[in-house]
């Protein structure tokens, strides 16, 4: 038997504004939602330390500020990480989260989102899923080992309702080291990509 539950309306604002001072509003800010923009100077890059465009436009010139990954700048059509200073990316693309489901084994509920939210870290590991959603069990994926290899493919391919894992480390300092899990969640070629991300630490 299916319950049908009626959600509150959210009215949305729509503003138009000046390339230059595209910034992601607070829903996106606080749920850990980002959109990229090809051609945006700033939007194009971001960084997941404080969740931030990654370029700015000061006194007439775009500056790095902290890109930590690009859109379409490097390759039409991809990701790059690891693209600023001594830092060195490696993105790793885990398929949809139907693929997951297959090849871990473990049950869903609707919506598929069960994957993507157990994914975590323990150490130099990266665990999914085992079982039901809601046992606490857990296995390690099998990219786990590649995340943490020191070569690295630092571009993939933007793939809508594809999950990728992150790792950016730094030549210049050995202790620094970000990893995040992302979702892409919309996509235009070309044109914008957004994106659900998590550091995970």
Known sequence: ???FVNYPVIKKTFII???TNITNNDLQQNENITT???LDPEART???HDGKYGHTITNGAVYNRCSDIDFNGYYNGNFTVGIEGSRVGTIID???SKDLKEKYKYNETVGNGQGFASIHRKNNTIFILKGNAYNDTFQVMDESSTLFQESSTA???VILGHLYLIRITDHSNAAFERIVKM???AYRPNQLVTIRWELLI
Do not use: D, E, K, Q
């Open 183 to 185: 979702l892409v969640i």
């Open 1 to 3: 038997m299916l319950c």
């Open 36 to 38: 990229l923009y090809a």
């Open 17 to 19: 504004t000046n390339i």
């Open 46 to 48: 971001f960084c997941f």
């Open 94 to 96: 885990l398929g949809s």
């Open 155 to 157: 571009s993939s391919s």
